[in-house]
């Protein structure tokens, strides 16, 4: 629960920073929107617990979104967005699965072995 809210505040301050960033050059009204900034999310799995479980997170289309994964045990990680994606999880540190979402909706991450969400992710067009 303490990792999950942390990975959530982390979130909410690459939010305010990118926010930051884009008002200091200047950017939106512009045709030439930059893309929004990437989204990592740190899971880790452990004795049969992932962290984060339930969470909500927000993207954008086309961001670029990085999960880095730790895991004890092999796993299927299932990315429900159109299309889906999914990845092999090892029994290994800092494994890196990075997807984009071209469709917006709530797109839910899932441990298919563990059988739990991870997160949902709202994507915004
Ligand atoms: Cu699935």
Same mark, same amino acid.
Not at 47 to 73: C, E, F, M, R, W
């Given at each position: ?29 512009? @045709? !030439? ?10 899971? @880790?799995?452990?004795?049969? %617990?992932? @962290?984060? +479980? ?8 086309? %961001? %670029? ?13 299932? $990315? /429900?967005?159109?299309?889906? /994606?999914?990845? %092999? $999880? ?9 997807? +984009?979402?071209?469709?917006?909706? !709530?797109?839910?991450?899932?441990? /298919?072995?563990? !059988?739990?969400?991870? +997160? ?6």
């Amino acid at each position: 629960m303490r990792r999950a809210k942390e990975t959530f505040r982390g979130t909410l301050i690459a939010a305010g920073v990118a926010a930051l960033v884009c008002g200091l050059v200047g950017c939106g009204g512009s @045709t !030439n929107k930059p893309a929004a900034a990437p989204l990592d999310v740190n899971v @880790t799995i452990a004795n049969g %617990q992932v @962290t984060p +479980a339930n969470a909500t997170l927000q993207a954008k289309v086309h %961001q %670029q979104i990085t999960l880095h994964v730790t895991s004890d045990a092999t796993d299927e990680l299932h $990315v /429900h967005s159109t299309p889906d /994606h999914k990845f %092999q $999880v090892a029994a290994a540190p800092d494994q890196t699965f990075q997807f +984009a979402v071209d469709v917006p909706g !709530n797109v839910e991450v899932e441990l /298919h072995h563990l !059988n739990r969400t991870i +997160a949902t992710i709202q994507v915004q067009p």
